[in-house]
């Protein structure tokens, strides 16, 4: 059926307004509402190809035209010659006069990322395999062919990434057992730890949380140090000496800052700060990291990464204990699968930022993907409790804190329609309510000291 031809497209502005219940909520972001660019490929055969990028709501409308510019480039092909040379594909989305606007950057790159992720989508949809298990299912070959090697091959070839997945295939059946068994990917609770909730509501969650089987959490840090000390001793003290906590500050930070402050929240055992200051200061991240090793707490970042190349960089600097790319910021699994090769040459897990609404979702298949076809190593997956339900296929965990390996073909992208008629902005329900307008009509929603609604 890979003759199915896409005939249309349609595009959406969902937001929720998850800042209502401090989502999300951080020291650089107040008040969040997650909101998704979406994506429809309407096809000959009637199936539909479902994909999104992440935006934080304002300037949504933004992210709808920049895949408004993209997606017709795929109107009247077949998704045989789509998928015949996929890198190639990948590398042509991003060409042309587009490219001028910001080359692997930016609005186009998350546009790029919609696009991708529905022509993904499709074609698991097409195979009637949930898109984790099209991947795994690929030769090395066929692995390495969706790929665009360009600006990388001074770090991994084509040749090299085909003999390591050659490599991971001895005991490659035993992991996808473990996969299809929910026992591939470990999770770690960040809703526990909002940066806007109070010391009661983080000690609920947290129980919550730990009745639930988890044994590894993050918590947001930069209200300062007496307040950060005072929830870290709180999260310790509830979790216990065994649990694995992690901090985040969302790039508060200059680098000297993030070295002179976090030794002084060494005494809690942390296994990571995240973000610790610019995501695009790959030098600063490599001295934060050496400053701190010392006090055993490594560094991690990436869910503001833009691209391949700055991710191989960050890998060359040794700035990085874990990897967190951004299933919604690279352009599309094809890149996706370059990272994750990357990671595995110089031997840091892959920890996926999944902290916005159908994050998880699209992450539960990249870390499977990785466990079973490229690293064989299982490395913890972010999860956040919020809106799974508004999907159809939602993500979910399994006993012993895994997250559940995704079984319906896709790619799990699509919304429920009924959370449309509510979050479509501006014309679902909620958008129109007296909240909702008030809310829209604040151009510093989010900005401290200049917020108004």
Same mark, same amino acid.
Request: overall charge neutral; some cysteine; glycine content about 10%.
């Given at each position: 059926m890979t003759?199915?031809?896409?005939?249309?497209?349609?595009? #959406?502005?969902?937001?929720? /307004?998850?800042?209502?219940?401090?989502?999300?909520?951080?020291?650089?972001?107040?008040?969040? +509402? &997650?909101?998704?660019?979406?994506?429809?490929?309407?096809?000959?055969?009637?199936?539909?190809?479902?994909?999104?990028?992440?935006? &934080?709501?304002?300037?949504? @409308?933004?992210?709808?035209?920049?895949?408004?510019?993209?997606? /017709?480039?795929?109107?009247? #092909?077949?998704?045989?010659?789509?998928?015949?040379?996929?890198?190639?594909?990948? #590398?042509?989305?991003?060409?042309?006069?587009?490219?001028?606007?910001? /080359?692997?950057?930016g609005v186009m790159q998350l546009a790029a990322n919609a696009v991708l992720n529905a022509l993904w989508d499709l074609w698991a949809k097409v195979e009637g395999k949930p898109l984790w298990r099209l991947v795994a299912d690929f030769t090395p070959e066929e692995f390495v062919k969706c790929i665009d090697f360009r600006y990388l091959t001074d770090a991994i070839t084509p040749e090299e990434a085909i003999q390591m997945l050659k490599a991971q295939e001895a005991d490659k059946k035993e992991r996808l057992e473990l996969a299809l068994k929910n026992e591939a990917v470990p999770g770690y609770n960040t809703s526990i730890g909002w940066l806007g909730l109070s010391d009661e509501k983080v000690t @609920?969650?947290?129980?919550?949380?730990?009745?639930?089987?988890?044994?590894?959490?993050?918590?947001?840090?930069?209200?300062?140090? +007496?307040? $950060?000390?005072?929830?870290?001793?709180?999260? #310790?003290?509830?979790?216990?000496? $065994?649990?694995?906590?992690?901090?985040?500050? &969302?790039?508060?930070? $200059?680098? $000297?800052?993030? *070295? @002179?402050?976090? /030794?002084?929240?060494?005494?809690?055992?942390?296994?990571?700060? @995240? +973000?610790?200051?610019?995501?695009?200061? *790959?030098?600063?991240?490599?001295?934060?990291?050496?400053?701190l090793k010392p006090h055993g707490i490594g560094v991690a970042t990436g869910e503001h990464v833009n691209n391949r190349v700055m991710f191989k960089q960050l890998l060359q600097a040794e700035a990085l204990d874990a990897l967190q790319l951004d299933a919604l910021r690279l352009s599309g699994m094809n890149e996706i699968l370059s990272v994750l090769l990357l990671a595995a040459k110089f031997g840091v897990p892959i920890v996926p930022h999944s902290g916005g609404a159908g994050m998880t979702e699209l992450c539960s298949h990249i870390s499977t993907i990785d466990f079973v076809v490229v690293s064989g190593k299982k490395s913890i997956l972010e999860y956040t409790d919020h809106l799974h339900e508004a999907f159809v296929n939602p993500a979910s965990m399994a006993p012993g804190s895994y997250h559940t390996s995704p079984t319906a073909p896709g790619y799990s992208t699509d919304v429920k329609e009924e959370y449309f008629d509510k979050f479509e902005c501006p014309q679902g329900s909620f958008w129109k309510s007296p909240k909702g307008l008030e809310m829209l009509n604040d151009p510093w929603r989010g900005v401290l000291g200049e917020q108004t609604s």
């Open positions: 003759d199915i031809k896409i005939t249309s497209f349609t595009i #959406r502005d969902l937001r929720f /307004p998850t800042s209502l219940d401090s989502i999300g909520s951080d020291p650089m972001n107040l008040a969040g +509402e &997650n909101a998704l660019g979406y994506l429809q490929y309407h096809t000959d055969k009637g199936l539909i190809g479902t994909g999104f990028s992440f935006s &934080n709501g304002q300037g949504n @409308e933004v992210l709808c035209a920049g895949i408004r510019a993209l997606a /017709p480039r795929y109107i009247g #092909r077949s998704l045989a010659s789509i998928i015949a040379d996929f890198g190639k594909t990948h #590398r042509n989305l991003l060409s042309g006069q587009i490219r001028f606007m910001s /080359p692997e950057r @609920e969650n947290l129980q919550k949380a730990l009745d639930e089987g988890f044994k590894h959490f993050k918590l947001k840090v930069g209200l300062g140090l +007496e307040a $950060d000390r005072r929830r870290l001793g709180l999260v #310790r003290k509830v979790a216990g000496p $065994d649990a694995v906590i992690m901090t985040d500050v &969302n790039q508060l930070w $200059d680098v $000297d800052e993030a *070295i @002179e402050y976090m /030794p002084k929240l060494a005494d809690f055992n942390l296994f990571f700060i @995240e +973000e610790p200051t610019s995501p695009d200061d *790959i030098l600063g991240h490599a001295k934060i990291r050496k400053a």
